[in-house]
């Protein structure tokens, strides 16, 4: 997985005390945006596979936001029906298909260098997915939250197979109950609130 766009991409340490304020933090600014720029639904998009550790942060992730009951919030990838490369070119046309204005955040684990391994990145633009393990598939996504969750750059998929499983946890774990925090956030705001409801005005 590379970045296609690195604007205003912010790092944290899942390890940090303050992890979890500067998620939700980034992530919220990152939607009331999305808002006030007039798109009508949110759509994550979580990116990976349940049959390897170190890509399994994406399924797991939509695992636990699944049953988020908002009418214009939706979910793509969780450990029974993950998004993987042979469905996204399928799913993302069904999401433009589908849902009106959507604001797509793309979810998945990447390798990076090793001082950057435990850490989150979040931001504007795209990521391509696969790239890491020599997948060619088109970029997806307005904003993205990814996961360093082991260090790349020699024989990538086996360090991926290889990758602790506690380290994916504790990321799945911040980001799900970040992500559900800003929406509640976001619900109580009628300022941007609609969204989540389809009452615009």
């Keep these: 997985m590379l970045l296609k766009n690195e604007l205003k991409q912010q790092y944290i340490n899942v390890n ?3 992890a979890l304020s500067c998620f939700t933090d980034a992530l919220y600014a990152l939607l009331y945006k999305c808002i006030k720029n007039g798109y009508k639904s949110i759509v ?3 990116i990976g596979t349940d049959r ?3 890509d399994s942060l994406g399924p797991l992730i939509g695992y636990k936001i699944q049953n ?3 009418k214009n919030v939706h979910v793509f990838g969780n450990l029974e029906t993950p998004v993987h490369a042979k469905n996204l070119d399928e799913i993302m ?3 433009f298909e589908k849902f009106e204005k959507p604001y797509v955040i793309a979810i998945d684990a990447c390798l990076g260098r090793m001082e950057h391994v435990g850490y989150l990145t979040i ?4 990521i391509k997915p696969g790239s890491g393990v020599n997948k060619n598939l088109a970029p997806v996504g ?6 360093i969750v082991n260090f790349g750059g020699f024989m990538d998929f086996l360090v991926l197979q290889n990758t602790r499983l506690s380290i994916v946890m504790k990321m799945a774990d911040l980001v799900s109950i970040g992500i559900r ?6 619900e109580r705001n009628p300022e941007i609130s609609p969204i989540l409801h389809g009452f615009y005005s």
């Design 93 to 95: 046309k069904h999401v």
């Design 16 to 18: 940090s005390p303050s």
């Design 123 to 126: 931001g504007e633009g795209s």
């Design 68 to 70: 988020i009951k908002y």
């Design 181 to 186: 925090y800003v929406l509640w956030e976001i």
């Design 44 to 46: 994550f998009v979580c």
């Design 52 to 54: 390897s550790t170190g």
């Design 142 to 147: 307005n904003a993205y939250v990814t996961g």
